[in-house]
């Protein structure tokens, strides 16, 4: 049945609050009121000036973010310019579908309301009042790690809308959806080894930057690894992170370079590769560098979190664990993308955990035979290392991951520019791609269906009790779709 009362053309603003007026929930209309008072948002600090109450003007907000110019804040800036005290409210909003529900809340496609070039995001809706203290914990975690990240493989925080007892996060959408489900849809649930690297490369960057930050990710793995529009990937769920101390340095690296110079009056030696008869001449030079190093050594926690087939054999054990865990993770996800599984992976929740905990070597299933399949073996064998003081990455950081030769010819610092592969199941991006999604939802009878449906669901989540913890499946508009891997 079609309600025209939850019809409204309307946003998310009164999508939340038809929820409460004396419409639905006459009893409630104290809380409506609340819900249409506060229905204000603080721009992210780092983000906007645009973040203290006093400021009402009506001008753009200027953002401290590398993406400043980027259409998301172009949007964003327009809508709040034309709002009449200079801030972007949720009536800006307005609801396209649910892309999935996850252990803190819900995920929906938006864009802004009036403009002109549809915009979408991705709005992720956490109802307060259904949630415990520690998982309430988690969602400001969340958001606080959100607010400061600024690297184009991680989530932009446009936005936090704090609206009667939802918090909303306004980030980047990704319509490509995640990298479990990509590797699903692929023979053998796998990637050839010159996709996996792209991959991994994008992956190891973001985590470098977290590290650089002091925040340890603690949840990699392959569905929490979104993929852009355009290919590129974003790191998502940062509930289970924590923060600790860094001091990024600079340290001097001496390394010996090896040349063969036409006339150098310097000393030369025999080479090793022309053995002694050989009259290549070679010469060794010392050469020191300064490398950029900050990963948090210092950091220490207890708690066990994360997901099973991904933990690092320290968090299993309990007895605290730092950085080093993101390594192992890595190595575990390396290994999926190569094999279509991860190696510890037992019956049960319990064998899989007695697995990583033992002594036993990561086992490699069938000898792949492609380029860079050795690089690979070496690189997962050096961080599936069971002690972390020896585990690859655990000393240097980042740095000496990214020296491997699995990486080999790898310009980091133009990684951004990498052309994505071509994956099977990607979305091609097209000049409307935005409005792909959003026309996809234009009939008018599909519209009034949807809102119908997204009014009930947010009804119904008044009488429901809590969100069912670690729910193990999402759902689409009229469909479901597989589980994820459940967290500890
Ligand atoms: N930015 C986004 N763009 C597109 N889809 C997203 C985005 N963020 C989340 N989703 C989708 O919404 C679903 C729910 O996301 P959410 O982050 O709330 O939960 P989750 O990934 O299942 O994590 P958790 O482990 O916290 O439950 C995801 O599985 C994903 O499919």
């Known amino acids: 049945m079609e309600d025209d009362s939850y019809y409204l053309d309307t946003d998310l603003d009164l999508s939340f609050t038809s929820t409460t007026t004396d419409r639905t929930f006459t009893s409630s209309s104290a809380r409506s009121s609340l819900a249409r008072s506060s229905l204000t948002l603080s721009f992210n600090d780092r983000l906007s000036t645009a973040t203290t109450p006093s400021t009402t003007t009506s001008s753009a907000p200027t953002t401290l973010h590398h993406r400043r110019y980027d259409p998301h804040w172009t949007a964003i800036r327009a809508a709040t310019t034309l709002s009449s005290d200079g801030r972007l409210h949720l009536r800006h909003l307005k609801l396209v579908r649910l892309l999935g529900t996850g252990n803190l809340g819900r995920v929906f496609l938006c864009h802004l309301r009036d403009c002109p070039t549809p915009t979408a995001f991705a709005l992720k809706v956490i109802d307060r009042d259904a949630l415990t203290a520690k998982k309430l914990s988690?969602?400001?975690?969340?958001?606080?790690?959100?607010?400061?990240?600024?690297?184009?493989?991680?989530?932009?925080?446009?936005?936090?809308?704090?609206?009667?007892?939802?918090?909303?996060?306004?980030?980047?959408?990704?319509?490509?959806?995640?990298?479990h489900s990509l590797l699903r849809k692929q023979p053998g649930n796998r990637l050839p080894v010159s996709q996996v690297r792209f991959f991994a490369a994008e992956v190891l960057v973001a985590l470098e930057y977290l590290h650089a930050l002091g925040i340890v990710y603690r949840d990699l793995k392959p569905e929490n690894i979104l993929i852009r529009e355009d290919g590129h990937i974003m790191l998502s769920d940062f509930d289970l992170c924590f923060k600790a101390d860094v001091v990024p340095t600079f340290r001097s690296r001496r390394f010996l370079r090896v040349s063969t110079p036409p006339s150098s009056p310097r000393r030369p030696r025999r080479s090793r590769r022309g053995g002694c008869f050989s009259t290549e001449a070679t010469y060794e030079r010392e050469e020191i560098v300064a490398e950029f190093a900050a990963e948090p050594v210092t950091a220490f926690s207890k708690s066990c979190v994360g997901t099973h087939e991904y933990l690092a054999p320290e968090l299993v054990a309990g007895n605290g664990h730092g950085s080093g865990v993101d390594w192992w993770a890595f190595g575990i996800f390396l290994f999926e993308m190569l094999h279509g599984a991860t190696p510890f992976k037992g019956v049960t929740k319990e064998q899989t955990l007695r697995k990583i905990a033992s002594?036993?070597?990561?086992?490699?299933?069938?000898?792949?035979?492609?380029?860079?399949?050795?690089?690979?073996?070496?690189?997962?064998?050096?961080?599936?290392?069971?002690?972390?003081?020896?585990?690859?990455?655990?000393?240097?950081?980042?740095?000496?991951?990214?020296?491997?030769?699995?990486?080999?010819?790898?310009?980091?610092?133009?990684?951004?520019?990498?052309?994505?592969?071509?994956?099977?199941?990607?979305?091609?991006?097209?000049?409307?791609?935005?409005?792909?999604?959003v026309t996809g939802v234009s009939s008018p009878r599909r519209r009034k269906w949807l809102w119908w449906a997204l009014s009930n669901l947010l009804r119904s989540k008044r009488s429901n009790s809590k969100i069912q913890s670690n729910n193990n499946s999402y759902h689409y508009v009229g469909k479901s779709y597989n589980a994820s891997r459940k967290r500890v």
């Open 359 to 437: 002594s036993d070597d990561v086992v490699f299933p069938l000898e792949l035979d492609e380029e860079g399949v050795r690089e690979a073996k070496d690189l997962i064998q050096q961080l599936l290392v069971k002690d972390p003081t020896k585990r690859l990455g655990c000393a240097r950081g980042a740095q000496d991951i990214k020296r491997h030769p699995f990486f080999e010819g790898i310009k980091w610092p133009l990684i951004r520019h990498y052309k994505p592969p071509e994956i099977r199941g990607l979305v091609k991006k097209s000049s409307k791609a935005h409005g792909g999604h």
């Open 138 to 179: 988690h969602v400001e975690t969340e958001a606080e790690i959100l607010s400061m990240l600024d690297h184009p493989f991680l989530p932009t925080l446009y936005a936090r809308i704090d609206a009667s007892h939802y918090i909303c996060l306004l980030i980047d959408y990704c319509p490509n959806g995640d990298l």
